[in-house]
């Protein structure tokens, strides 16, 4: 116990698992347990190194440059201060040279000096008289001889007024810059100068500043590449570091929440590393140091196995992988179910190490001993119950079955072991007398019923459903007594119906006949309703019409009579022929309105038969405007068609030509003076649709329903004065609907009517007779 106390001692450091490879897991946990403060603090200082590797390069690369910069400006002093001494120097000596030897050709002078002194190509010797006229130069080539000195250097001022007091001083020739030295000889007749380019002077000088400069360029940028590929490997490094810390963190919530730990076992030295959720599991605080074999076999259950035992034939290679289930030892005291599994890291190696995981299975363990629990009263209450019961896994195999079910169907114990086919056991069961498949009233998905007559007489009910596995369950009731009475029910039960059944035709007999009485008296309603409708309706057409028929036939008689008498003188007058006119149209008249109600009554009557033709409607509708036209003109009314010349239609021409005319009289009849009347025509699905416009008085809403009913009118302000039977929507309506069409009208009162009549397009003309 007391190492077992250990593994939760609040004085050990927590040790925080990493991912390792698998191969060396226990040699990397041991490095990292001696190295661990050491790499502490080498991470701590490494962020303070990062920072200062940069300016330390940068500081480096200063320091050069400003020692490089010394060094170069020190070597072109010294080059400047040689170069100044050697002109004064070779100035004095030739001043000298010349006083010395008066007489001596300056050329001459000139050239000994040279091979004598250390002038190299590029200085230039000249010798003046005391104006500073040169009178020798070299080398030759320089051209100066005859010119005056002065002239030719500017800015040299102080050399030609002191001489070798004025020293060396930096003089312009042309537009180069050139150190000069004058010498005025001892006897005053003269002057020697020497000069050289400072171009020349520092020609290496420059040379070695731009070797410098490269050296310095290629040097810094070598250093700032590799300061740069440092900075990438740093940021690859954090950029893994912080992969892996997400790894690792999200492997050890994995661990955590999957309630599983790894462990890896050392062998050779007797040591066993947990992974922090290890310790979790188990409630002991972590630790950085390895377990030994002690400590951990001290927290496993005796009765779950001996480590040291096991540890034993791991290293006789009797084995070489663990699957073991054992309890552990809680913090609090409980025991805990683990299941681990571990396989030898390589068998072949000299040390054995062992590399797993743990596995909290305590809920799983508990959740199988209360499935065992379950099963257990599962059987002893399937055995318990008086139906048979057997179930079938999903290869119709056997599961398992009651005493009832061995005892209705003759099986032994042997003849139902678990995992027998059930072909083989029916083969076994006692021969049925009868089986019938009944119907379920839940459809295919309710199951199966079967009835079994047994050898014994008995009756069984077997109910077969399916389980959600696939497997079936077979439940048999003995339902003996209930066929028994069944047989007594089926009998008292058809005595019954045979009652029933005498009861149910004497009562349709009489429902019939109540049905019979209900329709017959119904039709006689509805009859009534039509004929008193209709008498009704031919009343009021009668009284409306009296007024009509009695004024053509009075102007008729009196007119006649007035004739016959020849009140008014012999019958060749002029007046006579005014009432032999009025007599022609009152005539006319009366057989317009006795026509219209002749139509209406053979329409009516199913007696009106129309002959189909194909027809042109243009000229029919031309014909029909010109008919109307004379009433139209007595009233200054326009009519208008907007008709195509290529319409036709397959229809009786008498019948169309009636409708359009009896339309565009009413048209007309009710159109103002100086009003406008449309005529159109088109095409459109299949039927052709012939349309009357006009803008007159219009018909009230109230009397829409009235018009194309036979022998009704609809009298108004507008229309009481205007004569005519009333007969020509209905006769038009009659027509349309013969030809399997129909007329539509709509009206606004005081702005127009619109009346359209739908006539349906045939292919070929059919005689068509009015059903009676």
Same mark, same amino acid.
């Given at each position: 116990?007391?190492?077992?106390?250990?593994?939760?001692?609040?004085?050990?450091?927590?040790?925080?698992?990493?991912?390792?490879?698998?191969?060396?897991?226990?040699?990397?946990?041991?490095?990292?347990?001696?190295?661990?403060?050491?790499?502490?603090?080498?991470?701590?200082?490494?962020?303070?190194?990062?920072?200062?590797?940069?300016?330390?390069?940068?500081?480096?690369?200063?320091?050069?440059?400003?020692?490089?910069?010394?060094?170069?400006?020190?070597?072109?002093?010294?080059?400047?201060?040689?170069?100044?001494?050697?002109?004064?120097?070779?100035?004095?000596?030739?001043?000298?040279?010349?006083?010395?030897?008066?007489?001596?050709?300056?050329?001459?002078?000139?050239?000994?000096?040279?091979?004598?002194?250390?002038?190299?190509?590029?200085?230039?010797?000249?010798?003046?008289?005391?104006?500073?006229?040169?009178?020798?130069?070299?080398?030759?080539?320089?051209?100066?001889?005859?010119?005056?000195?002065?002239?030719?250097?500017?800015?040299?001022?102080?050399?030609?007024?002191?001489?070798?007091?004025?020293?060396?001083?930096?003089?312009?020739?042309?537009?180069?810059?050139?150190?000069?030295?004058?010498?005025?000889?001892?006897?005053?007749?003269?002057?020697?100068?020497?000069?050289?380019?400072?171009?020349?002077?520092?020609?290496?000088?420059?040379?070695?500043?731009?070797?410098?400069?490269?050296?310095?360029?290629?040097?810094?940028?070598?250093?700032?590449?590799?300061?740069?590929?440092?900075?990438?490997?740093?940021?690859?490094?954090?950029?893994?570091?912080?992969?892996?810390?997400?790894?690792?963190?999200?492997?050890?919530?994995?661990?955590?929440?999957?309630?599983?730990?790894?462990?890896?076992?050392?062998?050779?030295?007797?040591?066993?590393?947990?992974?922090?959720?290890?310790?979790?599991?188990?409630?002991?605080?972590?630790?950085?140091?390895?377990?030994?074999?002690?400590?951990?076999?001290?927290?496993?259950?005796?009765?779950?196995?001996?480590?040291?035992?096991?540890?034993?034939?791991?290293?006789?290679?009797?084995?070489?992988?663990?699957?073991?289930?054992?309890?552990?030892?809680?913090?609090?005291?409980?025991?805990?179910?683990?299941?681990?599994?571990?396989?030898?890291?390589?068998?072949?190696?000299?040390?054995?190490?062992?590399?797993?995981?743990?596995?909290?299975?305590?809920?799983?363990?508990?959740?199988?001993?209360?499935?065992?629990?379950?099963?257990?009263?599962?059987?002893?209450?399937?055995?318990?119950?008086?139906?048979?019961?057997?179930?079938?896994?999903?290869?119709?195999?056997?599961?398992?079955?009651?005493?009832?079910?061995?005892?209705?169907?003759?099986?032994?114990?042997?003849?139902?072991?678990?995992?027998?086919?059930?072909?083989?056991?029916?083969?076994?069961?006692?021969?049925?007398? &009868? /089986?019938?498949?009944?119907?379920?009233?839940? *459809? +295919?998905? @309710?199951?199966?019923?079967? %009835?079994?007559?047994?050898? #014994?007489?008995?009756?069984?009910?077997?109910?077969?459903?399916?389980?959600?596995?696939?497997?079936?369950?077979?439940?048999?009731?003995?339902?003996?007594?209930?066929?028994?009475?069944?047989?007594?029910?089926?009998?008292?039960?058809?005595?019954?119906?045979?009652?029933?059944?005498?009861?149910?035709?004497?009562?349709?007999?009489?429902?019939?006949?109540?049905?019979?009485?209900?329709?017959?008296?119904?039709?006689?309603?509805?009859?009534?309703?039509?004929?008193?409708?209709?008498?009704?309706?031919?009343?009021?057409?009668?009284?409306?019409?009296?007024?009509?028929?009695?004024?053509?036939?009075?102007?008729?008689?009196?007119? &006649? /009579?007035?004739?016959?008498?020849?009140?008014? *003188? +012999?019958? @060749?007058?002029?007046?006579? %022929?005014?009432?032999?006119? #009025?007599?022609?149209?009152?005539?006319?008249?009366?057989?317009?309105?006795?026509?219209?109600?002749?139509?209406?009554?053979?329409?009516?009557?199913?007696?009106?038969?129309?002959?189909?033709?194909?027809?042109?409607?243009?000229?029919?509708?031309?014909?029909?405007?010109?008919?109307?036209?004379?009433?139209?003109?007595?009233?200054?009314?326009?009519?208008?068609?907007?008709?195509?010349?290529?319409?036709?239609?397959?229809?009786?021409?008498?019948?169309?030509?009636?409708?359009?005319?009896?339309?565009?009289?009413?048209?007309?009849?009710?159109?103002?003076?100086?009003?406008?009347?449309?005529?159109?025509?088109?095409?459109?699905?299949?039927?052709?649709?012939?349309?009357?416009?006009?803008?007159?008085? @219009?018909?009230?809403?109230?009397?829409?329903?009235?018009?194309?009913?036979?022998?009704?009118?609809?009298?108004?302000?507008?229309?009481?004065?205007?004569?005519?039977?009333?007969?020509?929507?209905?006769?038009?309506?009659?027509?349309?609907?013969?030809?399997?069409?129909?007329?539509?009208?709509?009206?606004?009162?005081?702005?127009?009517?619109?009346?359209?009549?739908?006539?349906?397009?045939?292919?070929?003309?059919?005689?068509?007779?009015?059903?009676?």
């Amino acid at each position: 116990m007391a190492k077992a106390d250990a593994l939760r001692a609040p004085g050990r450091v927590a040790f925080e698992w990493r991912s390792r490879p698998r191969r060396s897991s226990a040699l990397i946990g041991n490095a990292r347990l001696i190295a661990g403060p050491a790499y502490g603090k080498l991470l701590a200082a490494e962020p303070v190194l990062r920072r200062l590797i940069p300016s330390l390069i940068i500081l480096f690369l200063i320091v050069v440059a400003c020692l490089r910069f010394l060094s170069m400006m020190s070597w072109h002093d010294d080059i400047e201060r040689n170069a100044k001494t050697i002109l004064t120097l070779s100035a004095g000596e030739l001043a000298k040279a010349g006083a010395a030897a008066p007489a001596t050709d300056p050329q001459e002078l000139l050239e000994d000096a040279v091979r004598q002194g250390s002038l190299n190509a590029d200085h230039i010797l000249a010798v003046t008289d005391r104006d500073f006229k040169v009178l020798a130069v070299s080398p030759k080539s320089t051209r100066w001889q005859g010119q005056a000195l002065d002239s030719v250097i500017s800015g040299g001022q102080p050399l030609f007024l002191f001489g070798e007091r004025a020293g060396v001083l930096d003089v312009r020739v042309g537009d180069a810059e050139w150190y000069a030295a004058v010498d005025l000889r001892p006897d005053g007749k003269g002057a020697a100068a020497v000069l050289v380019p400072q171009e020349a002077v520092f020609l290496e000088w420059r040379k070695a500043v731009s070797l410098n400069v490269t050296l310095f360029v290629l040097t810094a940028g070598v250093l700032l590449i590799v300061l740069y590929a440092y900075f990438c490997q740093v940021t690859r490094a954090k950029s893994a570091d912080r992969i892996l810390g997400d790894s690792l963190q999200r492997i050890d919530m994995a661990l955590v929440r999957g309630r599983c730990g790894l462990w890896d076992w050392d062998m050779v030295r007797g040591k066993m590393y947990w992974s922090r959720s290890m310790y979790d599991m188990l409630g002991y605080e972590p630790c950085e140091t390895m377990l030994s074999f002690g400590e951990v076999d001290e927290i496993i259950h005796p009765e779950d196995g001996n480590l040291f035992e096991l540890a034993e034939r791991i290293v006789a290679r009797e084995i070489d992988q663990i699957d073991q289930v054992f309890r552990m030892r809680h913090a609090n005291g409980q025991w805990v179910w683990m299941r681990a599994r571990a396989q030898v890291m390589d068998p072949d190696a000299p040390e054995i190490q062992l590399i797993g995981i743990a596995v909290d299975v305590t809920e799983q363990r508990h959740l199988v001993l209360r499935s065992e629990a379950a099963d257990l009263r599962l059987r002893t209450a399937i055995e318990n119950i008086n139906e048979s019961f057997v179930l079938w896994d999903t290869s119709e195999r056997l599961v398992m079955c009651n005493s009832k079910f061995q005892h209705d169907n003759g099986l032994s114990d042997r003849s139902v072991m678990p995992g027998t086919p059930r072909t083989e056991i029916e083969e076994r069961m006692l021969a049925l007398a &009868s /089986e019938r498949r009944l119907a379920n009233a839940n *459809g +295919p998905n @309710g199951g199966i019923t079967i %009835e079994r007559q047994l050898g #014994d007489g008995r009756w069984l009910q077997v109910n077969e459903l399916k389980t959600r596995d696939g497997g079936t369950v077979s439940v048999g009731s003995d339902i003996t007594q209930i066929k028994q009475h069944q047989d007594k029910l089926m009998d008292s039960e058809r005595r019954l119906m045979a009652t029933i059944h005498d009861l149910s035709l004497a009562r349709r007999a009489e429902e019939e006949r109540t049905r019979e009485l209900v329709e017959l008296n119904r039709k006689y309603i509805r009859e009534k309703d039509r004929a008193e409708a209709a008498n009704q309706a031919k009343s009021e057409f009668l009284a409306n019409m009296s007024h009509e028929l009695r004024t053509p036939l009075n102007a008729i008689i009196g007119f &006649s /009579e007035l004739m016959e008498q020849a009140l008014f *003188g +012999p019958l @060749g007058s002029g007046r006579y %022929e005014e009432y032999a006119t #009025d007599i022609n149209s009152s005539g006319k008249y009366l057989l317009g309105v006795i026509n219209d109600i002749l139509d209406m009554s053979k329409i009516e009557a199913g007696q009106f038969s129309i002959e189909r033709e194909q027809i042109d409607l243009g000229p029919l509708i031309s014909e029909t405007v010109r008919v109307v036209s004379l009433q139209a003109a007595q009233k200054a009314i326009t009519v208008e068609t907007r008709i195509a010349d290529s319409l036709s239609l397959v229809a009786d021409r008498r019948a169309i030509k009636q409708i359009v005319i009896n339309l565009l009289s009413n048209a007309v009849k009710f159109t103002g003076q100086g009003g406008h009347i449309v005529v159109k025509a088109r095409n459109a699905s299949g039927a052709l649709t012939l349309t009357i416009e006009d803008n007159g008085c @219009g018909i009230p809403k109230t009397a829409l329903g009235k018009l194309g009913r036979p022998f009704e009118q609809v009298q108004n302000q507008f229309s009481k004065n205007h004569t005519g039977s009333g007969l020509g929507l209905a006769i038009s309506r009659s027509l349309a609907e013969l030809h399997g069409g129909a007329l539509k009208i709509r009206s606004t009162e005081g702005a127009g009517t619109i009346v359209s009549v739908r006539i349906p397009l045939r292919k070929a003309p059919q005689p068509v007779r009015a059903a009676a």
